[in-house]
């Protein structure tokens, strides 16, 4: 595995609490496209949780990680997609499950009106790099 380099504060840039402002890597590219918060069979876990929806959609996407030869170690970007930013420390609780505040990857966070789905607060994107 080729160790994405993490720049957590660039000169010149206010450093940030919840991610790194600069992941580089070199390798393959693994792109994993927005997960929500349904289970095997497609139906939805923590209907009006975020806690249960953010744990479900890191495990959707450490499922999805696994199966293009990736982990979380591996992680170099997330991008957040939420209906409310109240739901973002649920989301970091989960996050925190699988990614050690000192290997936090870049990050984005958007505020959206809505998701496919009333029922849904959440949708979280990965990109990751592989050693090729």
Do not use: W
């Amino acid at each position: 595995m080729i160790e994405p380099t993490r720049i957590p504060a660039p000169e010149g840039v206010a450093p940030a609490a919840q991610y790194s402002h600069v992941v580089t890597g070199t390798g393959r590219l693994v792109a994993v496209s927005g997960q929500l918060p349904l289970d095997e069979g497609g139906g939805i876990v923590g209907e009006g949780d975020p806690g249960a929806q953010a744990r479900q959609v890191f495990e959707n996407l450490r499922r999805c990680l696994t199966a293009a030869g990736a982990g979380f170690d591996d992680v170099i970007k997330l991008t957040y997609f939420v209906t409310d930013m109240a739901h973002m420390p649920a989301i970091r609780a989960a996050r925190a499950e699988h990614i050690p505040d000192d290997r936090l990857p870049a990050a984005s966070a958007v505020q959206v009106a809505a998701l496919v789905r009333p029922e849904f607060l959440m949708e979280i994107e990965a990109l990751a790099v592989v050693s090729a």
